[in-house]
Structure formats: structure tokens, C-alpha cells
């Protein structure tokens, strides 16, 4: 793949070098901030998986999040105020993740904390940021919110959980790909989420699940599951997370080599941070991904998905302007963004003043509903659930073409919307 | 004498540092005392009868989820953290009477395979026990008497009371015949065999005793801090205690509670130093362990301190 | 992979069997073998052949040397103490696991195979390079085992093993022995790890599975056992694919596991090791 944004931008450097930034701002560089009653900056706390198996996200998330923060701030900050973000390493680990949480909220004195993305992290400090009364806003895709697991100061506004995701692409898959399906997926949680809402919204369809193959998380080589995928089989179904990932895929190819193969439909999860293009992939040619937000940029991009992209540091092709090898994890890292600007809104509308207001930001996010594409949404429009503290939003089907995915569907907002099981607005605070 | 007193005095001063430590460091402190609870119990085991153990995720993860499973069908701390401390208990008991079988570095590795196992069966259960992920504990569940766990103060006193009858159990253990016969068992196996003690005996029994420990201590952290999930029964919750026990001296009472408490703030400094921060932590280890090859403690009591139990 | 598997687990026998040093770090040595063999590919112009072979003579150098600095600078001051190396190992892989994580980053990279062949069977297709790491790595293993039996360093080691005071006496260096079985036993896991990278993709947590597997190998297998080492590693690798024919894969792991240790209650001095 030839990418053609190499060099380094203005933007880009400031990202990198970000951390520097909060200090920057802090010491009253820009003297916009000055109109607002209190020009103390609002800190923020970031839940980042710097180390552990978390780390390739981490690493996007924490850039996307730098540059939410220099357009926010440019933009005036919230309520005319700075805002800084202090990003603290959890490992991918539930239980430091909790320590974070109260680190975050008790020493370091932040507004709210927000960022997280895998489900046993989110699920281990969700208590503890409960007892703390700090809002935490998790991008973590898990079902675990609207399930009604967590409690009413945890809310996830800036990404669409698993469940809304494949029940709302189950149709076009069966419409378009076949109705005989075999599903390969990890042996844990994210892995039922994704076999039991899939196969429920395929049965719906009229379709049939053939076969289901759980992979255990030790497993580093797929051989020999493979031969175990029915013959019948028409679209075959993955998703993978973690670092065996691309050996996954790779062998997959192998095993279908040259020969007939049913379609494949993946969760781009299985290849976040790979350039498609690797050695040994070249069989995806053709076959279909899900992807939050379009790792490559669609020839319909709106303005606010090419700013963002610049702002972010991302090419065309969504690798780093500054190396073509390092590969975003794009289809999730907007949730980081989208949050920041939410958290603004949410800020603005309640008068938020001091940590006395965060009950007052729980609710103003509740209240949010529609809310439109925008700088602020770049990956497109949403509906917000205050009841289940879920967000809605556009999911994406694209198929590799020449190297590049490009989007073949869009699914709507209501394709991905399913009766409440929680209310959370019910319960204390 | 000496000793009794020095213990009591980390007990009261602990008790008195709940009222002037901030938010962040209260926690810590609660969390670091339930896990040394964890360690004390490995050091049983490990430093004084010389088992090296690579499974004690298995008794810490029995406790957990008993508490766990059961506070998810209504049962609250009254029940749970007995349920905790037997079911760390029982299954020490049953992977004792296998593993004992083998010595040294075999008994290390039936025991992380047990451990393994035991960590594949809470993801194979997946639908009841959260498998990866976990799941939180009902918030009417973590009341011990009437307190709730949630809130700081009964957090912290359940935490040091734990950590208090832990440590003064264990005291009591190692200055009792039966601990001086862990210790023979350590130092020379056939000796004390001749003496007329039967080593399976011996040894189970302190892994029993390990295992109480670790299950309870693992019952205690999910009432406390409110989340059971599947990685507190991994591999990384065997080498952990190990990890501190040696860091604070192996065959030291007061040992564990200090490498749990340095290797707490080691992590969490650091983090706040510099991003590297695994770097930090890996130099420090090699520096404690150049300068402090017996664990703090250990060395210690080797260059004076002799009578430090 | 049972014959890379076998490969690692070598590496850390002679560790263990010779200096007798449980060495938590032997993973992250594996780790360091395929993030070096990507760096090294990575910068090698011409064909992927060139570079692999570039890796596979470069990588085992670069790791032995890191594992002997290691040994000099640490494990002989501990006087290789069980327990104080237990601990210093562990600092050891924070260090090059964070040392990976800075300078390498955080993703799995895919390093190319130095050759692309399938061989396409009527039902389904089988990589050629997976046949050839397994005949490499029978290769290597033949050359260790001449090697420890044929030379005269064999020969030093196999002195040092069994009695370290003795080979002293004997004029034997075991300080430059044991630094040399360290950076022997590091080495042959970097090997491994060359061969691994184009089926598996160099991460930065990549050491801690084999670290695991060829622990349990070399224990079953029983103690400086080359001969031993090999069949365990086999057997471990077939009792898991038999048993995932007839359950539910985690399951099919539980059983396995199980199966292991129960192998060792019932036979603790491993397969072929010496009663003692």
C-alpha cells in the first residue's frame, strides 16, 4: 500500500509531544480562558492502557484524546475554562484499574473520568468510581452498561455497545452474504456477547448458525480449529481480539489458500492496528469487515471525519502521517474524542463549577439525546439513551478492495436499537 | 517479648494512619494489608516450610469467588468471608493431597497446573462466574454486620482487622512446636523425618493453613472492593506473593506486608514519574535484590535484628 | 508447535538442569529473539531470505550477550541463590519488557516468511514454511545434543552439572560455564523465536506462554534431559490436539492441564529422569 500524506504536520508534533500541553495551558498561555468566572483549568482523568495487552489501543487512544484536548481548548475550553487530561496507566488490569480510578478522583482531583476500553477493566473499576461519585465515561463497546451491570455514575456516550453492533448488520449480512453461518470467536465474555446477539438476530433473519467455535484465550496457533468449520458453511464469521490475532487470520489463509471458500465477514477488532496489507493477508481481498469508523477515508467523507483525521494525525489509509507502518486502531479511537466533546456539553449544560456539580453532569448527559454529526461527532450522528447510559450510532460494513476497505453499507440508527433492560435515572446516585 | 510488641505497635499504627492519611493513601493502605493477608499466607507455605508454590492464585481465586457466587445469591459478609476462608481452605487441602506427592521444582509446577486448570474452569463457567471479565457484587451483599464495605471507614477496619488476626496467627504459628517442625521440614527433610515427624503431615498442613489465608484474604478483597473477575485467578496472582514475600524476606512475619506495601508504591510512583515505568520497577527489583539478597527483613535480621521473629 | 516448543524448552533445561536457576526471563529472551529478528528483517534490504538468515545468525548472538551481561552483572553477585535469582529474574523481565514496549511499540508486526509455499490439499490447504521450521528446529536440537555430548564444552558443562565444587577443583571456569550456559540457553530461545516470527508476529507480551509451556517441558520431560525434553514436548503438544477433538476447546485445556499434572503427581522425577 502506498501512502501518500508521509511527513510529519504541525498537528502531529503537538500530539506527540501533548503532555507538555496540560502545563502549557495551566500556566495561562492563552488568555481566551480569562473571561470565565473561574479560569482554574477542568482536569480530567484519563484511564489508559499504556502496558498489558491493552497497549496498541492505549497508545491510539491517548493520541486521539491529546487532540480532542488541543481543539477543545482552542475552541475556549468548557464553560470558558481550560481543560487538562491526566493520563494514568492501568495495566489492562481490573484491579489496578480500580486504583486508578481513586487515584484519578482522590489525589489528583479530577472532574470526571473517562477513556477505558476493555470490559474486565471497566467492569473492576465501575465500583469504585460508584463509592467515589466521580462520573466515568467508558469507550469500551461492552454490553456491560446497558445490561444494567454498572451503576449511574458509569455511562458510555461515545461508543455503541457489541449487542447494538451485530444485531444491527445481522440483516444485510444474510441479505447479501448468505444465511448459513459458522462463527469463530474468542472463549470469554466479548466473545458471548458477540455468539449470542449474533445468533439471535440470524435466527431472526431466518438465518442459521452451522457452528460456533470458542477459541480459548491461551491459544496461539488456529490449525486446528479450522478444519472444524462445516462445509456447508456460507459466511463465515470472526472476531478475534488480542496479540494472536493476525496468526489467526494468516492461517486462515493458508487453510483456504487458492481453493472455494465461503464469504468472510470479520470485526475489524481482529485486525486493529495491522496494515491490511501485511505479508500473508492477501487473501482478504474481497471479503467484509465491521468497522466503527472507516479506516480508510470513504470518497464521501464528511468535513468534520477529514478534519478529524488531520487533527488526529491520520492519513488516507489510517496509518500515522509520520510512519505508514504504524497502523491506527480507527475503528474505535473516535469514542475517546466524541467523549471529551460530550463531557464538554454535558459540563456547559449543567453550570458545571467544581467537583459539588458532578451528580449535575450525570444529568445533563442523561438529558442528551439526538445528538448530530458535527467536529464534535466526527464519526457521524448519534442517539443517546439516558435510561441505559448507551449511545446509538452508525455502524459500517466494508469490503477489501485493492488493499483498502471501502464502506458497501451503512446501517441506521434504529437498525441498532433494542428495548431497554435497565433505567438507570431510577436509581440513586 | 520484644517481638510480640514490635507486631503490636504495627498493628496500633496502622489503626491510627486511617485518621490522617488522605482518601487515596486510605485506600491503598486497606487494599495493601487484605492482599498482605494474601502474601502471609503464601510465606507459610513458601517461607517457612519451603514449599514453592506457583498456585496460590487457586486459593486466593477460591476465595474470591465463593464471596463472590455467594453474595450474588443474597448471602452478605456474616456468611461470605467463612465461606471464604474454608472454600481457600478445602481446595488447598484437596491440590495438597496431589501435589505433596512431588517436591521442588515438579511440586512448583503441579501446582501452576492446578492453578491453570482452576483459572480455565472459571472462564469454561463463563455464565456463572463472568468468565473474563467478572462481574460486581450487589451492593446490599457487601455488609458485614450491619456496616457497609462500600464506605471508607468499615473498608479500612475490616482490612486491618484481617490483617491483625492474620498476623498475630501467624506470629503464634511460627513461635508454636508445629512451626519449628515447618522450619525443620525446611532446613533438612530427612532429619526431621527420623525425628519422628511425618513430612506429608507437616506440609499439608501449612498449605492448609496457606490456604486459609489466601481464601480469605480473597473473600475479604471481593467485599471491600466490590468485583470478582476471572484475573485475580491467573498465573500474574501466584508470582505476586511470591514476588512480595521475597522482597520483604521470606520467613519473616512482617515481611510480606512490607513487599506488598514497597512493590504497591513502587508501581504507583513511578507511574507518575515517567510512562517507562515497568523500567523503574524492574531496576529497583535488581537493586533491592543485589543490596538485600534475604528480602528487607531477612537482611536485616541477618546483620543484627536476630530475634525478629 | 511442539518442535519450537522443544526448542525454548532446551534452552531453559540446560539453564535449569546447569546452573540450577529458575529463570523467569526465559520468555522475555524469546520475546527479544523475534522483536530483534523483526528489526533486523525490517532493515535488511533484498529479498526476505537474506533477511531471515541476517536474523537467524544475528538474533541468538545479540540475545546470548544480553542474557551473559545479565549473568555477570546480577546472577553471579546473587551466587546464583534460588531465591534472590527468582526475584532478580522477574526485574529482569519488567525491564526488557518495557525496553520492548518503548523502543518496539505495542502492536504485533508480522516478520516475512523467507519463503512462500502451500501445499494445497484437496480439502484444505498447509503452510511450507511450518514444515521447514520443524525440520530446522530437529536440526538445531541435533547439533545442541552433539554438542553437549561430543565437545569438550559439553563436556565442561556436563562436569559443572553434576558437581560444580569437583569441576572447580578440576580447573574448570564455571563462572565463564555459567555465563556461557545463560547465554547458550537464551540463545537457543531467541533461535526459536526467529523461526516462530513469520507463523506468529513479534509482541511485546510474547514471552509469556512459552515461558509457561517449556517450563512444564522440562519438567515432565525430567532435568537436563535432552531426550526427555523432546517426548514431553511432544506429548504435550498432541495430548492437547487429541483431547480438543472430543470436547469444547477450554475444556480440551482444562483436561490437558490437568492430565500434565497428574503425570507428574504419579511420576515426579519427569518421563526420563534419573530416580533419585
Not at chain 2, 511470591?242 to 504507583?268: H, K, N, Q, R, S
Request: with cysteine; proline share 5%; charged share 15%.
Amino acid at each position: 500500500m502506498t501512502t501518500k500524506l508521509i511527513g510529519t504536520s504541525p498537528n502531529r508534533r503537538s500530539v506527540l509531544t501533548g503532555m507538555a500541553a496540560g502545563g502549557l495551558l495551566a500556566s495561562g498561555a492563552l488568555p481566551r480562558f480569562a473571561q470565565a468566572q473561574s479560569s482554574a483549568p477542568i482536569k480530567l482523568g484519563f484511564q489508559l492502557h499504556r502496558t498489558g495487552i491493552g497497549a496498541s489501543y492505549g497508545r491510539w487512544y491517548e493520541r486521539t484524546a491529546q487532540a480532542a484536548l488541543k481543539l477543545l481548548n482552542e475552541g475556549g475550553g468548557i464553560n470558558g475554562r481550560p481543560v487538562e487530561i491526566i493520563f494514568e496507566d492501568d495495566g489492562t488490569d481490573p484491579r489496578r484499574g480500580a486504583e486508578v480510578v481513586e487515584k484519578l478522583a482522590s489525589q489528583a482531583g479530577v472532574d470526571a473520568i473517562f477513556g477505558p476500553l476493555f470490559s474486565h477493566v471497566v467492569i473492576g473499576s465501575a465500583p469504585r468510581a460508584g463509592e467515589l461519585k466521580v462520573p466515568y465515561l467508558v469507550c469500551s463497546e461492552g454490553y456491560h452498561v446497558a445490561s444494567g451491570m454498572l451503576n449511574r455514575w458509569t455511562l458510555q456516550p461515545g461508543i455503541t455497545d457489541v449487542r447494538a453492533q451485530v444485531s444491527s448488520m445481522a440483516p444485510w449480512v444474510m441479505n447479501n452474504l448468505g444465511k448459513k453461518v459458522t462463527m469463530v470467536f474468542p472463549d470469554y465474555a466479548f466473545g458471548y456477547d458477540h455468539r449470542d446477539f449474533f445468533t439471535a438476530a440470524v435466527e431472526a433473519q431466518g438465518g442459521q448458525v452451522v457452528a460456533q467455535l470458542a477459541i480459548p484465550p491461551t491459544e496461539t496457533s488456529f490449525t486446528r480449529y479450522l478444519p472444524q468449520i462445516p462445509a456447508e458453511t456460507e459466511v463465515l464469521y470472526h472476531v478475534m481480539v488480542g496479540p494472536a490475532v493476525l496468526t489467526f487470520v494468516k492461517e486462515l489463509g493458508e487453510f483456504y489458500g487458492t481453493g472455494p471458500r465461503p464469504e468472510i465477514f470479520g470485526f475489524i477488532d481482529s485486525l486493529e492496528a495491522v496494515n491490511i496489507a501485511s505479508p500473508g493477508l492477501e487473501f482478504l481481498e474481497g471479503t467484509h469487515f465491521w468497522e466503527g469508523h472507516c479506516r480508510t477515508q470513504q470518497a464521501d467523507a464528511s468535513e468534520f471525519e477529514i478534519a478529524y483525521r488531520a487533527a488526529v494525525g491520520v492519513d488516507a489509509d489510517g496509518a500515522s502521517v509520520s510512519d505508514a507502518k504504524d497502523v491506527a486502531t480507527y475503528a474505535h479511537m473516535f469514542s475517546t474524542w466524541e467523549t471529551l466533546f460530550i463531557l464538554k456539553a454535558g459540563m456547559e449544560a449543567a453550570g458545571y463549577q467544581g467537583p459539588a456539580d458532578r451528580q449535575k453532569l450525570v444529568e445533563a448527559i442523561e438529558a442528551m439525546t439526538a445528538m448530530p454529526a458535527s467536529m464534535a461527532h466526527p464519526q457521524g450522528d448519534k442517539m443517546f439513551n439516558g435510561k441505559t447510559h448507551q449511545v446509538f450510532g452508525h455502524q459500517n460494513i466494508s469490503k477489501v478492495e485493492g488493499g483498502k476497505l471501502l464502506r458497501v453499507h451503512k446501517t441506521t440508527l434504529e437498525d441498532s436499537m433494542y428495548e431497554d433492560a435497565v433505567d438507570y435515572t431510577t436509581m440513586s446516585f | 517479648m520484644k517481638s510480640l510488641a514490635l507486631h503490636l505497635a504495627v498493628i496500633a499504627l496502622l489503626f491510627a494512619l486511617q485518621f490522617v492519611l488522605p482518601p487515596y493513601h486510605h485506600t491503598n493502605i486497606a487494599r495493601v494489608m487484605v492482599l498482605a493477608v494474601f502474601a502471609m499466607g503464601y510465606n507459610i507455605a513458601f517461607g517457612y516450610t519451603g514449599l514453592l508454590s506457583l498456585g496460590h492464585a487457586l486459593f486466593f481465586g477460591a476465595g474470591l469467588y465463593a464471596a463472590g457466587l455467594m453474595a450474588n445469591g443474597g448471602w452478605t459478609g456474616l456468611a461470605t468471608l467463612p465461606a471464604g476462608l474454608l472454600a481457600g481452605g478445602l481446595v488447598a487441602l484437596a491440590v495438597g493431597m496431589l501435589a505433596l506427592r512431588t517436591a521442588g521444582v515438579s511440586f512448583m509446577i503441579v501446582t501452576l497446573m492446578f492453578a491453570q486448570a482452576g483459572y480455565l474452569t472459571i472462564l469454561y463457567f463463563g455464565p456463572v462466574t463472568g468468565g473474563d471479565e467478572g462481574f460486581v457484587l450487589p451492593a446490599a451483599a457487601r455488609n458485614l454486620a450491619g456496616f457497609d464495605l462500600a464506605t471508607e471507614t468499615p473498608r479500612y477496619t475490616l482490612g486491618l482487622a484481617l490483617f491483625a488476626v492474620a498476623l498475630l496467627a501467624n506470629l503464634a504459628l511460627v513461635r508454636s512446636p508445629l512451626g519449628r517442625v515447618m522450619v525443620a521440614m525446611r532446613e533438612n527433610e530427612e532429619r526431621s523425618r527420623m525425628l519422628g515427624y511425618n513430612p506429608f503431615t507437616v506440609k499439608l498442613t501449612a498449605l492448609v493453613i496457606s490456604g486459609l489465608y489466601a481464601g480469605v484474604a480473597g473473600a475479604g478483597y471481593a467485599l471491600m472492593f466490590g468485583y470478582v473477575g476471572a484475573s485475580f485467578a491467573a498465573i500474574q496472582y501466584s508470582i505476586l506473593p511470591m514476588l512480595w514475600v521475597l522482597l520483604g524476606g521470606a520467613g519473616t512475619v512482617l515481611g510480606p506486608f512490607i513487599g506488598a506495601l514497597l512493590m504497591f508504591y513502587l508501581i504507583d510512583l513511578s507511574s507518575s514519574v515517567t510512562t517507562a515505568h515497568q523500567m523503574v520497577v524492574g531496576v529497583a527489583l535488581l537493586a533491592l535484590v543485589l543490596f538485600a539478597p534475604k528480602g528487607l527483613l531477612g537482611t536485616l535480621r541477618e546483620r543484627g535484628l536476630k530475634w525478629l521473629p | 508447535m511442539a518442535a519450537v516448543l522443544a526448542l525454548t524448552a532446551v534452552g531453559l533445561s540446560l539453564v535449569f538442569g546447569v546452573m540450577r536457576v529458575v529463570n523467569v526471563a526465559h520468555g522475555e529472551f524469546f520475546m527479544l529473539g523475534a522483536v530483534a529478528a523483526w528489526f533486523v528483517t525490517a532493515f535488511t534490504p533484498g529479498p526476505p531470505v537474506v533477511g531471515f538468515v541476517a536474523a537467524l545468525v544475528l538474533c541468538p548472538l545479540l540475545v546470548g550477550g544480553v542474557a551473559a551481561l545479565a549473568d555477570r552483572l546480577v546472577l553471579k553477585r546473587l551466587n546464583y541463590d534460588p531465591e534472590a535469582t527468582i526475584v532478580a529474574t522477574i526485574g529482569l523481565l519488567y525491564i526488557l519488557q518495557q525496553a520492548a514496549l518503548s523502543l518496539y511499540g505495542p502492536d504485533a508486526r508480522p516478520v516475512p516468511a523467507p519463503f512462500e509455499w502451500r501445499i494445497q490439499l484437496p480439502w484444505f490447504g498447509y503452510s511450507g514454511y511450518k514444515l521447514f521450521v520443524v525440520a530446522a528446529a530437529c536440526v538445531i536440537l541435533l547439533a545442541v545434543w552433539l554438542f553437549m555430548t561430543r565437545s569438550r564444552a559439553g563436556l565442561v558443562m556436563r562436569a559443572t552439572q553434576i558437581d560444580r565444587d569437583t569441576a572447580r577443583a578440576f580447573g574448570i571456569n564455571v563462572d565463564r560455564v555459567y555465563a556461557g550456559v545463560f547465554a547458550l540457553g537464551a540463545g537457543l530461545a531467541a533461535i526459536a523465536a526467529v523461526l516462530i516470527v513469520p507463523i506468529q508476529q513479534a509482541h511485546y507480551l510474547m514471552g509469556h506462554d512459552p515461558l509457561l509451556l517449556s517450563f512444564i517441558v522440562v519438567i515432565i520431560g525430567g532435568l537436563g534431559s535432552v531426550r526427555g525434553t523432546l517426548v514431553a514436548a511432544l506429548l504435550i503438544g498432541l495430548s492437547d490436539g487429541v483431547i480438543s477433538v472430543f470436547y469444547t476447546p477450554t475444556l480440551a485445556k482444562i483436561l490437558a492441564t490437568l492430565f500434565v499434572a497428574l503425570v507428574l503427581v504419579f511420576r515426579p522425577q519427569g518421563l526420563f529422569g534419573a530416580k533419585q
